[in-house]
């Protein structure tokens, strides 16, 4: 009877201290393994060693929590699941053609934006033409009196005449030299003068010529002063603004119209830092007015800024738009879209399903019977409104694309993921 009471008591001591070793050596995943629901917890761990192989080489140190997340599955009634809007997509292979859409604006072309200004000063007369209304190249939009002009025709008459009577006086001086009756340098004196007045008729002429006066040689003939001028249309367009009316002075200074050529047209597209690398030089954008949803139009790239905003981190490109018939106008908002070719199947992943928390990119995968699991993936490039998925999920697996971040936050808050680094952090700051 003594040695069995003594086999009985050894025995105890000896299932006391192997208790006693586990549950110090092994405590943080007992605890992990009974926390929370009775499923038990998915453990995301890159760095994540075999405990069997520590207890082996009886390393008794803490097992490494790098990195270690924690991921339960959890049940989400149907009338909760309506309520709070949760929809779900399946993971596709997905390749060729996706769109990638984009939000852009109308502006006039400054390629083919003319402003009419007036070579010389003068008072508005008449007007001929308004904003609004459509003109033709050489087509007259206003009439004006120009002293400037005036002047000018004048100082050019007066010059001639003095260069006529400098013409008569050298021939009179040359008929004169050659009969030796006066000296060789009244002869070059008299050349002087005359090659003088010849450029002040040249000097007359080029202010004229400056002034944008053409009939100088109807001038020289008729000698009548014409103070008016004519301002035409450089170009084919419409009339976008007036700055001249009436008795009004106008000046080089100031430009008197504002003419634009509705024949093309850019278009301004403001694309997310993401996206910016699918856009490039001559690509062919599609886009729809509100006016013409039932009619698709396109343009091609030829601009790209070469800075990010700050704020929006967009990048503003811009598009020129052929438009022969004019139905398009500057300040029209439209949606547009490109194409991206991907020229192999991959596994794709909604963009709206994945929740990036900065460390990590988390889906929540429909399991079954109204139960969600939390998913850690692996991400590659964006394709319009996709994500390349390298791991982490599986074709015709189905992913929650609405209501997913109020099932981050609710996981959260019920244990559901547990991010054991943070704890730590945590509990070495208390």
């Known amino acids: 009877m003594k040695k069995s009471k003594i086999i009985i008591m050894l025995s105890s001591v000896l299932i006391l201290a192997v208790s006693t070793y586990i549950v110090i050596n092994y405590w943080d995943n007992i605890q992990d393994l009974f926390e929370g629901q009775s499923d038990l917890p998915k453990v995301s761990n890159q760095n994540n060693k075999n405990t069997s192989n520590k207890a082996m080489t009886g390393n008794k140190s803490q097992p490494e929590r790098k990195n270690k997340v924690i991921l339960r599955p959890f049940t989400v009634q149907k009338k909760v699941a309506e309520i709070i809007g949760l929809?779900?997509?399946?993971?596709?292979?997905?390749?060729?053609?996706?769109?990638?859409?984009?939000?852009?604006?109308?502006?006039?072309?400054?390629?083919?934006l003319s402003f009419v200004t007036s070579k010389q000063q003068g008072i508005v007369r008449e007007v001929y033409k308004t904003i609004g209304e459509s003109v033709t190249k050489g087509e007259k939009l206003l009439r004006m009196e120009s002293y400037q002009l005036g002047k000018a025709q004048q100082d050019y008459l007066n010059s001639l005449a003095l260069l006529h009577e400098a013409e008569k006086n050298f021939h009179r001086v040359k008929i004169l030299y050659y009969k030796r009756i006066i000296s060789e340098d009244k002869y070059l004196k008299e050349i002087a003068n005359h090659r003088i007045h010849q450029n002040h008729v040249l000097n007359a002429e080029n202010e004229l010529n400056l002034l944008g006066y053409i009939d100088i040689d109807e001038l020289r003939v008729t000698k009548r002063i014409n103070p008016y001028v004519t301002m035409e249309s450089p170009v084919t367009g419409i009339i976008i603004d007036r700055f001249a009316n009436v008795g009004q002075m106008i000046t080089p200074m100031k430009p008197s119209y504002k003419v634009a050529d509705l024949s093309s047209l850019w278009l301004f597209m403001d694309i997310f830092e993401k996206d910016f690398r699918n856009f490039h030089k001559n690509k062919i954008v599609y886009f729809k007015p509100v006016s013409y949803p039932e009619q698709t139009f396109t343009g091609y790239i030829d601009y790209l800024n070469s800075e990010v905003t700050g704020a929006s981190r967009t990048i503003k490109i811009r598009a020129v738009v052929e438009n022969p018939y004019g139905r398009l106008l500057p300040n029209m908002y439209v949606?547009?879209?490109?194409?991206?070719?991907?020229?192999?199947?991959?596994?794709?992943?909604?963009?709206?399903?994945?929740?990036?928390?900065?460390?990590?990119?988390?889906?929540?995968?429909?399991?079954?019977?109204?139960?969600?699991?939390?998913?850690?993936?692996?991400?590659?490039?964006?394709?319009?409104?996709?994500?390349?998925?390298?791991?982490?999920?599986?074709?015709?697996?189905?992913?929650?694309?609405?209501?997913?971040?109020?099932?981050?936050?609710?996981?959260?808050?019920?244990?559901?993921?547990?991010?054991?680094?943070?704890?730590?952090?945590?509990?070495?700051?208390?």
Do not use: C, H
């Open 87 to 112: 929809k779900t997509a399946m993971v596709k292979q997905r390749s060729d053609n996706v769109k990638l859409n984009f939000t852009g604006k109308l502006a006039y072309n400054k390629d083919t």
């Open 335 to 430: 949606k547009g879209w490109v194409d991206i070719k991907s020229f192999e199947k991959r596994l794709m992943v909604p963009s709206s399903a994945v929740i990036d928390t900065g460390k990590r990119q988390i889906v929540f995968v429909s399991i079954g019977k109204d139960k969600y699991e939390p998913r850690i993936i692996t991400l590659g490039n964006r394709i319009g409104d996709y994500e390349v998925v390298y791991t982490g999920l599986k074709e015709n697996e189905s992913v929650v694309v609405s209501a997913n971040f109020l099932l981050d936050s609710e996981s959260q808050a019920r244990g559901y993921i547990r991010d054991l680094q943070t704890e730590d952090s945590k509990d070495n700051n208390n």
